[in-house]
T-cell receptor, first 109, second 116 residues
């Protein structure tokens, strides 16, 4: 599975869009991009995933660049409850997800 | 709908005792995974079940660890003769079996295990 690089931490003002970047320059053609988040003392929560097209659901939007070497998770209107560690993962299969250190997002009132 | 349910949520036990952790996956999910997460660390894969296939036990750290899945649904992770280094949060996840490789895994909130 390809390695991902994310900023260690980010702040976002409440009500504004939170844009979380992820670099995955070694991604291969059959690898999907997944985003999860983990709030303290809870299990990881699935947010969204995609292959090459942009995706949107009730939680977030996923923008994948045309060359697929990077992506951005967008939380359109961040709330205090969005404060969490966000993980970007790329994989094509296998039995496990490799969670790196992620981005610690703090939403500021 | 109901998510992945794990019990107990917290377990404190003495070194040397055996513990059993339970996982109820999402209904209809045929794939089930166990991970553990030590304080401030990432997730460590332990074991994977898919339908009636032999489980992938490649992540189990020692022979003190075992898991079973009865009837293709509920799973139990057993740790025998617990050691202090077994203290961690044990997470269970499940996913749809079809196209397992790309299906997202959905996690429970884990069992926080503390070995005194």
């Amino acid at each position: 599975d390809a390695k991902t690089t994310q900023p260690t931490s980010m702040d976002c003002a409440e009500g504004r869009a939170a844009n979380l970047p992820c670099n995955h320059s070694t991604i291969s053609g059959n690898e999907y991009v997944y985003w999860y988040r983990q709030i303290h003392s809870q299990g990881p929560q699935y947010i969204i995933h995609g292959l090459k097209n942009n995706e949107t659901n009730e939680m977030a939007s996923l923008i994948i660049t045309e060359d697929r070497k990077s992506s951005t998770l967008i939380l359109p209107h961040a709330t205090l409850r969005d404060t969490a560690v966000y993980y970007c993962i790329v994989r094509s299969g296998g039995n496990q997800f490799y969670f790196g250190t992620g981005t610690s997002l703090t939403v500021i009132p | 709908g109901a998510g992945v349910s794990q019990s107990p949520s917290n377990k404190v036990t003495e070194k040397g005792k055996d513990v059993e952790l339970r996982c109820d996956p999402i209904s209809g999910h045929t794939a089930l995974y166990w991970y553990r997460q030590s304080l401030g660390q990432g997730l460590e894969f332990l074991i994977y079940f898919q339908g009636n296939s032999a489980p992938d036990k490649s992540g189990l750290p020692s022979d003190r660890f075992s898991a079973e899945r009865t009837g293709g649904s509920v799973s139990t992770l057993t740790i025998q003769r617990t050691q202090q280094e077994d203290s961690a949060v044990y997470l269970c996840a499940s996913s749809l079996g079809v196209g397992t490789g790309v299906q997202p895994q959905h996690f429970g909130d884990g069992t926080r295990l503390s070995i005194l």
